[in-house]
């Protein structure tokens, strides 16, 4: 499984730490909550609240470097609107990668 990294982060900053630190501060604020209101929703079997959730994390993915995670973010929330569960696994799998990286920076 692929791995999160700043890459994005950095060709977006220019250089600018601050702006790096503030990004990654807000990520670090936001992904727990996001998370957590997807499990809630998934477990409540609300997979179309689910997939707006799966929405938003995408971007969170995208931003934290993952293209291939992106991906199956993308096929999930597509699979939650028509009320499937197909790719759960891999995407709760990218989660928890998700918040062993956030935890470390």
Do not use: C, W
Not at 49 to 54: C, G, I, K, P, S
Not at 65 to 80: D, P, R
């Amino acid at each position: 499984m692929e791995q999160p990294n700043l890459s994005y982060i950095h060709s977006m900053s220019g250089g600018d730490k601050a702006f790096e630190q503030k990004l990654i501060n807000i990520i670090k604020v936001e992904f727990p909550e996001e998370k957590q209101i997807y499990f809630d929703n998934i477990t409540a079997e609300n997979y179309k609240l689910t997939a707006e959730n799966v929405h938003k994390l995408k971007h969170k993915i995208s931003i934290l470097g993952l293209e291939k995670s992106y991906e199956i973010a993308v096929a999930f929330e597509n699979n939650l609107l028509e009320g499937e569960t197909t790719l759960r696994d891999e995407f709760e799998s990218i989660l928890t990668i998700m918040t062993n990286y956030l935890q470390q920076l």
